[in-house]
């Protein structure tokens, strides 16, 4: 029988600190897109454009572990709207405003050391 690995890392986004993270860091995927834009010098919408778009990409899977409410899987589907995309995420908190949020993303609980 596998035991379900874990980190003091994880345990602190399981809590009531990821929830109140996800609450201080709630924005529109527009915002988002601009905050990165200002921080890095190019939006995060461009770089899946240049890297990920349906001409490189036709369809697939993609999957982002520590998704939180998925703000960066929702733009990716912007870009690429034939990808099936999942949030991978400890928080629970995260996933009911992810799946609220964005409809077209699956989100399960879960964390690096055992993605389904």
Not at 7 to 21: D, K, M, P
Not at 62 to 78: A, H, T
Not at 88 to 100: D, F, H, K, T, V
Not at 101 to 116: D, K, V, Y
């Amino acid at each position: 029988m596998e035991l379900e690995r874990t980190t003091e890392q994880l345990r602190v986004w399981a809590s009531e600190f990821g929830q109140e993270y996800t609450d201080r860091n709630f924005s529109t995927t527009a915002e988002r897109d601009q905050e990165y834009s200002e921080y890095h010098g190019v939006k995060k919408s461009q770089l899946f454009r240049q890297f990920l778009p349906p001409e490189r990409i036709e369809s697939g899977r993609v999957r982002e572990v520590g998704s939180n409410i998925g703000l960066q899987l929702k733009i990716l589907q912007s870009v690429n709207p034939d990808l099936k995309l999942y949030g991978l995420e400890p928080q629970s908190y995260a996933i009911s405003r992810g799946c609220r949020l964005h409809e077209n993303i699956n989100f399960t609980q879960g964390n690096a050391f055992n993605i389904p």
